[in-house]
């Protein structure tokens, strides 16, 4: 069984910054996988943060480039979120994802709330 277990959201002031953890449990590697981070504001779909591939390359929606880095520690089995700059908009729930090579499954954590005041 494999696990996503997001954690270090909270509430922040405009301009401050969040690290947000993403650790990977169960009979996985992520070294072999692409994973990602999303976020769902109320009222919302749910929308493309940033991605990484098992090769470390990585993609960002343009409301976060120069202010989102994504990472990934293997040795940890952990991917990471820091977050600088933050904007009252970036207010939502932030979920990781994991698409198995394996088992051809996308799974998905619980998610962590980021709530950003002006």
């Known amino acids: 069984q494999v696990q996503l277990v997001e954690s270090g959201g909270g509430l922040v002031q405009s301009g401050g910054s969040l690290r947000l953890s993403c650790a990977a449990s169960?009979?996985?590697?992520?070294?072999?996988?692409?994973m990602g981070w999303y976020r769902q504001a109320p009222g919302k779909d749910r929308e493309l943060v940033a991605t990484i591939t098992s090769s470390g390359a990585t993609n960002y929606a343009s409301f976060v480039k120069g202010r989102f880095t994504i990472s990934r520690v293997n040795a940890e089995n952990t991917m990471y979120l820091q977050m600088n700059s933050l904007k009252p908009e970036d207010t939502a729930v932030y979920y990781c994802n994991l698409d198995s090579v394996v088992t051809s499954r996308l799974y998905w954590g619980q998610g962590t709330q980021v709530t950003v005041s002006s």
């Open positions: 169960g009979r996985i590697f992520i070294s072999n996988n692409a």
